[in-house]
């Protein structure tokens, strides 16, 4: 078990770009798949991105396709959510989590980051 560390949630306007890092204590190791999430108050938590740490392939939620990106940094066990053109809601508690599935659902992830708060105002 990795502790993973988030950072980069601010507040923002609307249109603007955010670029959050998700920083793990240990080795990442090759078959894992690292998450994003999200949680807005009184919602469900909803995938935002994954990625496969060893082949780099990526996955979108639909309601962030085209506007974020998800980048690893495998020497640094670090993985990236880069976001562009926020919308008020994309307001939410965005969290960083490792799995072994290829897999948008929140179950098959069993490490889990404590998030970091981006807020969109309009």
């Known amino acids: 078990q990795v502790d993973l560390v988030e950072s980069g949630g601010r507040s923002v306007q609307a249109g603007a770009s955010l670029s959050l890092s998700c920083a793990a204590s240990?080795?990442?190791?090759?078959?894992?798949?690292m998450g994003w999430f999200r949680q807005a108050p009184g919602k469900e938590r909803e995938f935002v991105a994954l990625?496969?740490?060893?082949?780099?392939?990526?996955l979108y939620g639909d309601s962030v396709k085209g506007r974020f990106a998800i980048s690893k940094d495998n020497p640094a066990n670090t993985v990236y959510l880069h976001m562009n053109s926020l919308k008020p809601e994309d307001t939410a508690v965005y969290y960083c989590a490792r799995g072994s599935q290829y897999s948008s659902d929140r179950r098959d992830y069993y490490n889990w980051g404590q998030g970091t708060q981006v807020i969109v105002a309009s």
């Open positions: 240990g080795r990442i190791y090759s078959s894992s798949v």
């Open positions: 990625i496969r740490w060893h082949s780099g392939t990526t």
